[in-house]
T-cell receptor, first 114, second 113 residues
Framework: KAGVTQTPRYLIKTRGQQVTLSCSPI?????VSWYQQTPGQGLQFLFE???????NKGNFPGRFSGRQFSNSRSEMNVSTLELGDSALYLC?????????????FGPGTRLTVL | AQSVTQLGSHVSVSEGALVLLRCNYS??????LFWYVQYPNQGLQLLLK??????LVKGINGFEAEFKKSETSFHLTKPSAHMSDAAEYFC???????????FGQGTRLTINP
């Protein structure tokens, strides 16, 4: 079974631009979560989608948004990029929204904002 | 609110020595606890998880962890370190009904030959 895939793997953008990252979950998984990883703040939860609905949201500004499609694929968007948005963005999928279900992580998209 | 504290941002052990990575959690509800490993330029891989069944949890690659409620701890151990264990390790907590993982700051494990 294929794992979680994320595209693109690397991105370079300039301040003020916007960016869209894509995540394809493991087949059959309906929950997709997004995390930001930076050296200073570590791993922080962005949001979680289940059946095309945002179920949980972390403490990030409204510039960070996401969506999920009927096939469970998810995208996240960051508008008006800031230097501090440079990070590794990780997507994770799981079978359902239950706390017991293991989240399987993709390789991440490394975003650099210049 | 939930939180995780990993004691020691960097741990160094000799090949063949015991690996002990410390994790303490705070949770107002029964926690589910996880250890993940991250190799350079890769995502996170699950090592093991505690979900209120057995308190001693065995994971992949010879790792295990023991849930101690009285100490609010979930330390990760491996009897004999291998060079391939060099990576960053993250402890995380969630609870029933939530898909939000709260991570510790991570511990970078170095193995000396």
């Amino acid at each position: 079974k294929a794992g979680v895939t994320q595209t693109p793997r690397y991105l370079i953008k300039t301040r003020g631009q916007q960016v869209t990252l894509s995540c394809s979950p493991i087949s059959g998984h309906r929950s997709v979560s997004w995390y930001q990883q930076t050296p200073g703040q570590g791993l922080q939860f962005l949001f979680e989608y289940f059946s095309e609905t945002q179920r949980n949201k972390g403490n990030f500004p409204g510039r960070f948004s996401g969506r999920q499609f009927s096939n469970s694929r998810s995208e996240m968007n960051v508008s008006t990029l800031e230097l501090g948005d440079s990070a590794l963005y990780l997507c994770a999928s799981s079978l359902s929204a239950g706390g017991v279900d293991t989240q399987y992580f993709g390789p991440g998209t490394r975003l650099t904002v210049l | 609110a939930q939180s995780v504290t990993q004691l020691g941002s960097h741990v160094s052990v000799s090949e063949g020595a015991l690996v002990l990575l410390r994790c303490n959690y705070s949770s107002s509800v029964p926690p589910y606890l996880f250890w993940y490993v991250q190799y350079p330029n890769q995502g996170l891989q699950l090592l093991l998880k505690y979900t209120s069944a057995a308190t001693l949890v065995k994971g992949i690659n010879g790792f295990e962890a023991e849930f101690k409620k009285s100490e609010t701890s979930f330390h990760l151990t491996k009897p004999s370190a291998h060079m391939s264990d060099a990576a960053e390790y993250f402890c995380a907590v969630s609870h029933q009904g939530a898909q939000k993982l709260v991570f510790g700051q991570g511990t970078r494990l170095t193995i000396n030959p």
